[in-house]
T-cell receptor, first 115, second 116 residues
């Protein structure tokens, strides 16, 4: 079974600053995908960024980027130029390839962006 | 942008009663999922569904739970005899494909189920 660990229950960052959210996972699989989802107070979970395990290059989406360290089983999310709208719960998730496609989530990190 | 829609947003039910949670996935999506999130805990996978059958289910998804796609648009989760511990936020998700990060799962707003 896969486990996803987010060791930071809460974090705070000032507007325009950079923040990094950590995620580690445990798996014996070699083919898998990793995701970061964002859940604002409005509740709907939104995909932020995704990474294929077979790709060495770190994914980036505008102000969001990841640091994927496959050997260390680490998948951190960096948010640059933080905005007030980034305030949300952030979930790291793991998905095996060629499976029933279940997302396995971490417990989440609550990020507060302050003015 | 197309969305996954869930109804109702909040359901209050007496323990022992049956409850049906409804979801309308994105129209061209073929894979459907249910997750739940007990207050203060992580989001947990319940079941995935494709081609009118269950693809995978978790240990949580016992005989009290069932899923159905009764018509071309709705995807439902039924809890036959609700227990207090079924109180949670239930999320529906859908994806165009599966096992592929280019076809990620899109989530609805969730239904908050409260069992009294």
């Amino acid at each position: 079974a896969q486990t996803v660990t987010q060791s930071q229950p809460e974090m705070s960052v000032q507007e325009a600053e950079t923040v990094t959210l950590s995620c580690t996972y445990d798996t014996s699989e070699s083919n898998y995908y990793l995701f970061w989802y964002k859940q604002p107070p409005s509740r709907q979970m939104i995909l932020v960024i995704r990474q294929e395990a077979y790709k060495q290059q770190n994914a980036t989406e505008n102000r969001f980027s990841v640091n994927f360290q496959k050997a260390a089983k680490s998948f951190s999310l960096k948010i640059s130029d933080s905005q007030l709208g980034d305030t949300a719960m952030y979930f790291c998730a793991f998905m095996k390839r060629n499976s029933g496609y279940a997302l396995n989530f971490g417990k989440g990190t609550s990020l507060l962006v302050t003015p | 942008e197309p969305e996954v829609t869930q109804t109702p947003s909040h359901q209050v039910t007496q323990m022992g009663q049956e409850v049906i949670l409804r979801c309308v996935p994105i129209s061209n999506h073929l894979y459907f999922y249910w997750y739940r999130q007990i207050l203060g805990q992580k989001v947990e996978f319940l079941v995935s569904f494709y081609n009118n059958e269950i693809s995978e289910k978790s240990e949580i998804f016992d005989d009290q739970f069932s899923v159905e796609r009764p018509d071309g648009s709705n995807f439902t989760l039924k809890i036959r005899s609700t227990k207090l511990e079924d109180s949670a936020m239930y999320f529906c998700a859908s994806s165009e494909g599966a096992g592929n990060s280019n076809q990620p799962q899109h989530f609805g707003d969730g239904t908050r189920l409260s069992i009294l």
